[in-house]
Every structure is written in structure tokens, then in C-alpha cells.
């Protein structure tokens, strides 16, 4: 589930609350009735797989499998779920690519059948099975992540340890004042070395929150939500 309907800030549907973490996740040809948008919700996917991983939700060494039908001809061109560039993003590398196992789940009832016609889907000849396992991180202080990715995707906030005004350089050169951080202590990760400093808009608002109702803002911050903006 993806919180507020967006695909950018993920978090776990309560019914998982009572639910053992996850060791594997399968995903039969996922698409999107509109067009264009299967990459971007493969991208979701496995964001929100990894966000999973980071809030026990599911194993550290977890497999995603994905059922794939693709073609040169026809209209089925494979760079148009672009999934291994999003598996890549989040971290998970490549088990295995196998023939269509298709034949076997038939046996047990299975057939795939469009939801919104409710009819058997075509070139299911192409069907290729794609495995991937979740990639073990570095520390969070140390993990290198891919450019415009906030780090709350591959570790979950545990606690804010701190608050201040830190160094910033933006497009017209370094800030006056700097810009609003908060120091994170995450899930998994207690080091005092393993905290980060996090700009406030990176981290979800629930979280600035919690902190920010116990600790009042000096005035020359302003507030917490003026300066995430």
C-alpha cells in the first residue's frame, strides 16, 4: 500500500501487523492500464519491497518474482517495464531469468485473466520468470544511494536524535541561514556513528512531528514546516 495514493512514501498496510516477515514476494505480470505508466509502478514495487525490508515487514534477504511477458514484435517491448534499471535502484540484484513455469501453475488452477474484461491475456508464449534477492546494505552513514533518493526508502526512522541548521548550497550558492536538518537514529542501527543528518522535507512529517512537539522551536527557526518548504 502506498501512503496518501502517492507512490513516493511507502509504508505497510496494517493487516501485515500480525503477519511473520516476508521471505518472497511475486508479482504475475504486473501492468498498468494507463500507458506508460508500468515502469513507474515496477519502480513502486520494489521501493516499496526494500521500504518493507528496512521496517522488518519482510526478511533482509528476501526474493521478488516476477512473471514477464515480453517481445520485440507486437507492441511487448521488454524496455518498457524497465524493471531491471528499477531492481538496480533499489538494490536487489538478479538471481535468475528461467523459462515460464505456466504449465505448472495451470495445474493448479491458475490462469491469468485481465481484470477489466475478464479474458485470457495474449503472448503468454514470451513469459520469462525474473528473480531477484534483496542486496545487504552498508550502515546508513556510509550506504550510497542513487541520485534524488531520500534515504527513508532503504532504512526506517527509529528516533530523532537532534535538530539544527546546517551548511546548505543551493542553485544560487551557500544559503545565509542553512537549512533545517534533523539528526535520525534508524531502525536496526544504534551507532552513534550510524546517525545522519537529514534535511526536514526528506523525512516524512509524522516523524518531524513527534519530535518537534517535544522540543520548541528557538525563534529564529521559524517553524518546522516553513523551512521543509
Known sequence: ?????????????????????ASCFVFNFPH?????????????VFRSVRRSVACGRADRNCRIE???????????????????????????????????????????GYQHRTTERDVSCGHLE?????????????PPSTQVLPPGTRRDYF????KIMDRGLRPFVCWKGPCKYGRLHYLVRWRGHPGDDEHTWEE????????????D???????????????AS
Not at 538494490?91 to 515460464?100: I, K
Request: hydrophobic share 40%; charged share 30%; glycine share 8%.
Open 1 to 21: 500500500r502506498t501512503e496518501g495514493g502517492t507512490l513516493g512514501h511507502f509504508s505497510p498496510a496494517p493487516l501485515w501487523d500480525d503477519v511473520p516477515p
Open 213 to 227: 512537539s517535544e522540543h520548541a522551536f528557538p525563534a529564529a527557526y521559524g517553524t518546522s514546516d516553513e523551512e
Open 126 to 138: 514470451h513469459t520469462k520468470v525474473w528473480k531477484w534477492a534483496a542486496e545487504k546494505l552498508s
Open 66 to 108: 516476477m512473471r514477464l511477458r515480453h517481445a520485440e514484435e507486437g507492441g511487448l517491448k521488454r524496455s518498457c517495464y524497465r524493471h531491471e534499471e528499477a531492481a538496480a535502484a533499489a538494490r536487489f540484484g538478479l538471481v535468475s531469468v528461467g523459462a515460464s513455469d505456466l504449465d505448472v501453475l495451470y495445474e493448479f
Open 155 to 158: 532504512f526506517a526512522p527509529e
Open 200 to 211: 526536514a522535507r526528506d523525512l516524512e512529517l509524522a516523524v518531524r512531528k513527534a519530535f
Open 32 to 44: 498498468s492500464a494507463a500507458r506508460g505508466r508500468t515502469a513507474g509502478m515496477l519502480r513502486a
